[in-house]
């Protein structure tokens, strides 16, 4: 399978505690961005990467947030102190030209 | 910042029928407008895009046509089946190949589409 991986799925974290997120993007692909998406809502837009830089963050994107990317290759979201409120899907997706690619996502669960 | 608004929310079709979703766009200097298809508990899919330099594209049955004149998009399924059943995202996008714009996009709400056999 040569498209966009995330993984976990699927994760059921107690409030306060911190998760992390893993987001492979095609291969060769130079630019990657994490999305959040609510039920009945379409995705938001939080990050990007082009290579290893962060060139832009979304005004969603509290400091409990934080997203790396350390060798151009796959990227990490890390949630700090999880809230009931960060409960949705997190997708990623990567791009070589104008047409962005998204992976299955992971579903966040804060209970 | 860019806002897009999508309609109908949801829009159910006899098997066969066309179906027609309509994004309008507030930044005029957006120029590119892909289309997503999201099945449930899947991320979403590219189906087709357009960029601002072209009036209608098609691809099968699926065509999206740009007015950006009146800053609307609009997606035409045609000869619909039960597997075309799925949510649908317009979005836009100020290309960052201008130079001053950006990579990210904005999203509509979705449209649920049930095509009814």
């Known amino acids: 399978d040569t498209g966009v991986s995330q993984d976990p799925r699927h994760k059921i974290t107690k409030r306060g505690q911190n998760v992390t997120f893993r987001c492979d993007p095609i291969?060769?692909?130079?630019?990657l961005y994490w999305y959040r998406q609510t039920l009945g809502q379409g995705p938001e837009f939080l990050t990007y990467?082009?290579?290893?830089?962060?060139?832009?963050k979304s005004r969603l994107l509290s400091d409990r947030f934080s997203a790396e990317r350390p060798k151009g290759s796959f990227s990490t979201l890390e949630i700090q102190r999880t809230e009931q409120g960060d409960s949705a899907m997190y997708l990623c997706?990567?791009?070589?030209?104008?047409?962005?690619?998204f992976g299955q996502g992971t579903r966040l669960t804060v209970v | 910042g860019e806002n897009v608004e999508q309609h109908p929310s949801t829009l159910s079709v006899q098997e066969g029928d066309s179906a027609v979703i309509k994004c309008t766009y507030s930044d005029s200097a957006s120029n590119y407008f892909p289309w997503y298809k999201q099945e449930l508990g899947k991320g979403p899919q590219l189906i087709i895009d357009?960029?601002?330099?072209?009036g209608e594209k098609k691809d099968q049955r699926i065509a999206v046509t740009l007015n950006k004149t009146a800053k609307h998009f609009s997606l035409h399924i045609t000869e619909t089946q039960p597997e075309d059943s799925a949510v649908y995202f317009c979005a836009a996008r100020i290309s960052a190949y201008s130079g001053a714009g950006s990579y990210q996009l904005t999203f509509g709400k979705g449209t649920k589409l049930s095509v009814i056999p």
């Open positions: 357009i960029r601002s330099n072209v």
């Open positions: 291969s060769e692909h130079n630019r």
């Open positions: 997706a990567s791009s070589l030209g104008p047409q962005a690619f």
């Open positions: 990467f082009q290579n290893e830089a962060q060139l832009e």
